[in-house]
């Protein structure tokens, strides 16, 4: 190699040293911003209201959904931020009743989580109690959420109402062995007869869950009703 390609080859080095040093510098030097949406979502998590309202007010759509599908709503109901659930709620533009991936939405998780807070403010903007499919009553049910279970009720929660395959919140309420849940579902006139599709009855789901005391409860309850009015039913859904 001549004294021309060694200067040539030094100086090329020189200047991917030089722009890889420049590069790295830069990259120091200049602080890495979190996205808008990023900014929001995390407020929403850490019930942070006046951040939601700062970013809702500068322009950003209260039913954004964050990387797996799940709208702001849903998240503030999962994380139980109740300040910015309100916020979230009397924001005219929320869609109260916007599901994530996996069919849920707002009053759902609240109820799941017994949020009565919650599902309260989302009843006083008239979001739905009832839906087709799995409701927020199969969900208080399930994890036995008592309060949240009156509450819906008492604002037309469909009793009976049947999942995909037909189960009902009573059911959920017997698999989790939730006597109270229980009792209360048949003081307000849940039917222990129903059956879901693969033909088990809330008895079925006691027993098989080794749900004792309500197997016993609910089989004491039929066995005191009337031969006729045994009979098992089929379970169905009130929602339009």
Do not use: C
């Not at 009565?116 to 903007?125: D, E, Q, S, W």
């Not at 005191?224 to 169905?236: C, F, I, Y």
Request: net charge neutral; aromatic share 4%.
């Amino acid at each position: 190699m001549n004294n021309s390609s060694l200067k040539s080859a030094s100086s090329n080095r020189a200047r991917s040293l030089f722009a890889g040093v420049l590069l790295a510098a830069t990259a120091i030097g200049t602080p890495a911003f979190a996205a808008p949406a990023d900014t929001l979502i995390k407020a929403v998590k850490f019930d942070d209201d006046s951040g939601v309202k700062k970013q809702l007010a500068q322009g950003m759509d209260p039913n954004l959904v964050d990387n797996t599908g799940a709208p702001l709503l849903v998240i503030a109901a999962r994380e139980k931020s109740d300040k910015v659930g309100q916020v979230l709620a009397d924001n005219p533009k929320t869609d109260l009743e916007k599901l994530d991936t996996a069919g849920e939405n707002a009053m759902m998780l609240a109820a799941l989580n017994g949020d009565a807070k919650f599902v309260n403010l989302l009843i006083a903007k008239d979001a739905e109690v009832n839906k087709k499919g799995w409701t927020p009553l199969h969900y208080a049910a399930t994890n036995g959420h008592d309060d949240v279970v009156k509450i819906l009720i008492d604002h037309s929660a469909y009793i009976d109402a049947g999942s995909p395959n037909g189960t009902t919140p009573l059911m959920m309420a017997a698999r989790g062995g939730h006597l109270s849940t229980v009792k209360l579902l048949l003081d307000e006139g849940a039917d222990l007869r129903v059956k879901n599709q693969i033909g088990m009855t809330a008895i079925d789901f006691a027993k098989q869950y080794n749900a004792k005391d309500v197997a016993e409860g609910l089989q004491a309850r039929l066995d005191s009703m009337p031969a006729a009015a045994s009979a098992p039913q089929s379970g169905t859904n009130g929602a339009k």
